[in-house]
């Protein structure tokens, strides 16, 4: 699965820029009433995808990065998500690889209640989806791969078990169409994790 190893890094580094941005600011100025302040988590879960599109690939271990950032004073947050999915499957000298790397950019809406340290959210926005299939037979491998966009939505809550550490849970569904082997296949799916990380 070379080629979506290549897409997952330049997606990684996309990420990683906008976090590179997004911290300087929110340390220059976190006294401020208009200061930054954000959520950088890590994510590991599970997703799910069509059984007709991917034969004995449908569950799917999932890993990645969540984060989102804003002003104080700004109604939402900027979100800018990253997650891996992948499954394999084999029987003697046959195996099958599948998996997608999936940025996820858009708004997410953090609600702050008084009485509570859970932060409910919802979110959403465009999907850039990279997807890759991978068939071995007998030592003969064949790969096909596809990038498209799609769109995701999403929901989940933060727990604030310090004022710099969130727990939390985080559910999604993102959809888009590529053609893997000449067949169209949906690449998106049904996500759900835990995820743990830091709040400034």
Same mark, same amino acid.
């Given at each position: 699965?070379?080629?979506?190893?290549?897409?997952?890094?330049?997606?990684?580094?996309?990420?990683?820029?906008?976090?590179?941005?997004?911290?300087? *600011? @929110?340390?220059?100025?976190?006294?401020? +009433? %208009?200061?930054?302040? #954000?959520?950088?988590?890590?994510?590991? =879960?599970?997703?799910?995808?069509?059984?007709?599109?991917?034969?004995?690939?449908?569950?799917?271990?999932?890993?990645?990065?969540?984060?989102?950032?804003?002003?104080?004073?700004?109604?939402?947050?900027? *979100? @800018?998500?990253?997650?891996?999915?992948? +499954? %394999?499957?084999?029987? #003697?000298?046959?195996?099958?690889?599948? =998996?997608?790397?999936?940025?996820?950019?858009?708004?997410?809406?953090?609600?702050?209640?008084?009485?509570?340290?859970?932060?409910?959210?919802?979110?959403?926005?465009?999907?850039?989806?990279?997807?890759?299939?991978?068939?071995?037979?007998?030592?003969?491998?064949?790969?096909?791969?596809?990038?498209?966009?799609?769109?995701?939505?999403?929901?989940?809550?933060?727990?604030?078990?310090?004022?710099?550490?969130?727990?939390?849970?985080?559910?999604?569904?993102?959809?888009?169409?590529?053609?893997?082997?000449?067949?169209?296949?949906?690449?998106?799916?049904?996500?759900?994790?835990?995820?743990?990380?830091?709040?400034?």
């Amino acid at each position: 699965m070379k080629n979506l190893k290549t897409v997952s890094t330049i997606t990684s580094t996309a990420l990683s820029t906008l976090l590179f941005m997004a911290m300087p *600011a @929110a340390h220059a100025d976190d006294t401020q +009433a %208009d200061g930054w302040t #954000g959520n950088v988590s890590g994510y590991v =879960g599970h997703k799910s995808v069509d059984d007709d599109d991917w034969p004995n690939l449908d569950s799917q271990r999932s890993a990645g990065v969540i984060s989102d950032f804003r002003k104080q004073n700004w109604p939402v947050s900027i *979100a @800018a998500d990253l997650i891996f999915a992948a +499954a %394999d499957n084999g029987s #003697g000298t046959i195996e099958n690889t599948g =998996g997608t790397a999936e940025m996820h950019l858009g708004a997410r809406k953090i609600f702050t209640l008084e009485t509570t340290s859970f932060r409910p959210y919802v979110g959403g926005g465009i999907a850039i989806i990279s997807a890759s299939l991978e068939n071995e037979n007998t030592g003969v491998t064949v790969e096909d791969d596809d990038t498209v966009f799609g769109a995701w939505i999403g929901a989940g809550t933060y727990y604030a078990v310090t004022p710099s550490f969130n727990l939390g849970l985080d559910v999604r569904y993102s959809k888009a169409e590529v053609t893997l082997f000449d067949i169209d296949r949906e690449a998106g799916g049904l996500y759900a994790g835990i995820t743990a990380g830091y709040h400034w």
